[in-house]
């Protein structure tokens, strides 16, 4: 089995900053993509950024040019840096990985972490 832990969210005025992060452990041979999901209330969840695990990165042209995904694959953890951030990125934040078990590669979530900006 394969547990995700996310970390780091909270309440942060407009324009200022917060990093999540994201470990990843148990049964993992190796981690394929990890991303970062988020899901406002009343909406679908949606892609906010990934990385491969050769570091190909792609961004939500929403987030683009604020935020930053980076992964330290000795450590199993993904990171968002989020910079500038908006009253409109306020939601809960997921965290996702491919995990190659050794058996089977498999999407894991975990149980998100609340960003709060206020207007």
């Known amino acids: 089995q394969v547990q995700l832990v996310e970390s780091g969210g909270g309440l942060v005025q407009p324009g200022g900053s917060l990093r999540l992060s994201c470990k990843a452990s148990?049964?993992?041979?190796?981690?394929?993509?990890m991303s970062w999901h988020r899901q406002a209330p009343g909406n679908q969840r949606e892609l906010v950024a990934s990385i491969s695990s050769t570091s190909d990165i792609t961004y939500a042209a929403s987030v683009k040019g604020r935020f930053t995904i980076s992964r330290d694959n000795a450590k199993n953890e993904v990171y968002l840096q989020m910079n500038s951030l908006k009253p409109e990125d306020t939601a809960v934040y997921y965290c996702n990985a491919y995990v190659d078990s050794g058996l089977l590669i498999a999407p894991y979530w975990g149980q998100g972490t609340q960003v709060t900006v206020p207007s």
């Open positions: 148990g049964s993992i041979n190796s981690i394929k993509s």
